[in-house]
Structure formats: C-alpha cells, structure tokens
C-alpha cells in the first residue's frame, strides 16, 4: 500500500485549485486559510477579491481528491485520506492507495 503525505502548501494549493475552476479564476487570484475546529472539524477559507467562502470538512476533502486526480495524476477515488494536524509540519493528509 502506497503512503503518500501532503503538507500545508499542497492542502492550500488543492483549495486555490478547486475554488479557481469554481469562480473560474486563476488559482493564483485565490487566497486560503486552513482552519480546523473541535465542533467543524477541518476546513478552509477561500477568498477572491473581498468575497470568502467557508469549505466544511466535506469540500475540503473534494478539494483534495480533485489534486489528487489532476496533480498527483492518480486515482482519488481509492484514495483513503485522513486528515492531521502535525507539530512540525501544520495541517496534513495522508493518502494511501
């Protein structure tokens, strides 16, 4: 079984990537805040020019699936992704296939 781990940038790179095909903008134009909490769990923040929307655990995970298939060039939908805030590195996933 494969082990693959994405640190923070890549987590922020698949919301910029996912939120930019959904307002269809460059990814660039997009900026990101991971967020977790006890009550939401993991989830982001997507601003473009002024106008924020929240990501819920479920979109965040979406987001990650579509870097998975367009980035990483593999297939998210046998993916098993869990989620985890490391000490050194911040929010992480790590994959197996």
């Given amino acids: 079984m494969e082990q693959i781990t994405l ?3 890549d987590l922020v790179n698949a919301v910029c990537r996912f939120h930019a095909r959904y307002k269809n903008v460059e990814p660039s134009a997009v900026t990101v805040e ?3 909490d006890d009550a939401a769990g993991y989830g982001a923040e997507a601003d473009v020019a002024g106008h924020i929307e929240y990501f819920n655990t479920g979109t965040f995970i979406a987001a990650i699936r ?3 298939n367009d980035v990483l060039q593999k297939n998210a939908a046998s993916a098993g992704i869990e989620l ?3 000490d ?3 929010m ?4 197996r296939f």
């Fill in 92 to 95: 992480v996933a790590y994959l």
């Fill in 84 to 86: 985890a805030i490391d």
């Fill in 88 to 90: 050194v590195e911040g």
């Fill in 34 to 36: 991971l967020t977790y």
């Fill in 7 to 9: 640190l923070e940038q």
């Fill in 66 to 68: 579509l870097y998975i």
